[in-house]
């Protein structure tokens, strides 16, 4: 099985993870939605949802660029009518679009809060609601469809808490959405999982955190590698799961990982969050 001809709505597909999952689904000739807010260059976080659609269409897929704010409701229907409409349905959601502030309370005003709940939660869960019919529809065709939510696994311990309340609570918001509608959307054969990574990925996003070695990173390839296999495995008995990528890629043989080192050689990765 292989995305060929499949239709993915990506959001955050601008640059970093959405973008490396954008283009591995399109090496398979499949049809991407870049579902993201940047149109214009900005030399502190490149890559706009054109620049993503020139990199899709020249790994072998069709893009759409769509300026989309994942918090508006009217924003997101608007952009799966336009998915629907150019690419006959939809057939898998990625809920990639992320935002963080590793703050303490003190420090995290609620303009901040509710950009992380607004982003993370309300628009995995509105983006989630509005391509329903269409993975449904995707389903009843024998298509396969998989919503696949970029978010940790669930881990109610203190000292994932206490340093970053706000982001910690917005991040597992888009994990219970993946528990919710795994076991609420299993009926119509539609599969909802998560992905997390265990070590920090060198994203834009990333080196806007000041102290953070990117050199002890990994790529955002490992991902797009580990979405890879979920996404192509049957919606039917695959759901539900918080996957890890180096565990999944090691259940599917792929133990040797130097290829996704910033740095090659490199044996101390920073850890990224949440993983026990």
């Known amino acids: 099985m292989d995305l ?7 959001t955050g597909a601008s640059r970093g993870i959405g973008l490396a999952i954008a283009t591995r689904a399109a090496r398979d ?12 260059t900005n030399p502190k976080l490149p890559g706009t949802i054109y620049s ?15 300026q989309c704010d994942i918090r508006d409701e009217a924003s997101v229907q ?12 939809i057939d898998i959601l990625v809920n990639n679009a992320s935002a963080i502030s590793l703050t303490p309370t003190p420090a995290t005003p609620m303009k901040r809060f509710d950009l992380m709940f607004g982003v993370n939660v309300r628009g995995t869960y509105l983006c989630t609601q509005a391509c329903l019919a269409h993975l449904a529809a995707s389903a009843k065709a024998g298509r396969n469809p998989h919503v ?17 309340a706000a982001y910690t609570m917005a991040k597992y918001g888009m994990s219970m959405c993946t528990l919710g509608h795994a076991g609420e959307f299993r009926p119509l054969g539609i599969a909802v999982n998560s992905l997390w990574p265990r070590t920090a990925i060198k994203t834009a996003a990333l080196q806007m ?11 955002p390839e490992i991902l797009a590698d580990a979405a890879y296999l979920i996404l192509t ?5 695959t759901s539900g799961n918080f996957f890890i990528d180096d565990v999944l890629l090691a259940e599917h043989g792929v133990t040797d990982l130097e290829r996704y080192s910033v740095k090659p050689g490199t044996t101390r990765f920073v ?3 949440f993983v026990d």
């Open 4 to 10: 060929a001809g499949k239709t993915l709505f990506i």
């Open 29 to 40: 000739g499949a049809n991407v939605v870049v579902a993201a807010k940047t149109t214009e």
């Open 52 to 66: 993503a659609a020139e990199a899709i269409e020249a790994a072998g897929g069709k893009a759409l660029p769509l």
């Open 78 to 89: 608007a952009a799966v009518a336009q998915a629907a409409e150019r690419f006959g349905g």
């Open 148 to 164: 696949l939510n970029m978010s940790p696994p669930l881990s109610m311990r203190e000292h994932w808490f206490a340093p970053h």
């Open 209 to 219: 955190i000041p102290g953070v070695d990117l050199e002890a990173c990994r790529t």
């Open 233 to 237: 495995s049957d919606a039917k008995t």
């Open 271 to 273: 850890p990224d969050f």
